[in-house]
């Protein structure tokens, strides 16, 4: 068992939805840490695609997920989540739970620095 293991992934048929979760096994440190989700589709680069402060405050969203995902934390649960409607097949990919390694620190997951700990992925299969 990772520090960060996803779950709720799956096939879809195109306009449903997905929730992903990624629990953390951290004990002291998850509310101060700034989480989020990459993705990678075959053949292509991973993408940055949302992430959320460690307050759940600030939250960062690729072009791609804005206006269908929404990303959340709970902290006490020490869990993150993935909320995805209206999926399409351009979606199809590994997800990924990512977590910055700078503790009480915010920056956007456009780029992969400082996310440096990463879970094993979740496949996501929509079909259109």
């Known amino acids: 068992q990772g520090l960060l293991t996803e779950s709720g992934g799956g096939s879809v048929q195109a306009g449903g939805s997905l929730r992903l979760s990624c629990s953390v096994f951290?004990?002291?440190?998850?509310?101060?840490?700034?989480l989020g989700w990459f993705r990678q589709a075959p053949g292509q680069e991973r993408e940055g695609l949302a992430c959320i402060s460690p307050d759940g405050r600030r939250t960062y969203y690729h072009d791609s997920a804005k206006g269908r995902f929404t990303i959340s934390r709970d902290n006490t649960l020490k869990s993150i989540y993935l909320q995805m409607n209206d999926l399409k097949s351009e979606d199809t990919a590994v997800y990924y739970c990512?977590?910055?390694?700078?503790?009480?620190?915010?920056?956007?997951?456009?780029?992969?620095?400082?996310?440096?700990?990463w879970g094993r992925g979740t496949q996501v299969t929509v079909s259109s």
């Open positions: 990512v977590r910055d390694s700078r503790a009480n620190w915010w920056s956007s997951c456009a780029t992969e620095d400082g996310y440096t700990t």
């Open positions: 951290e004990y002291d440190f998850m509310n101060r840490r700034s």
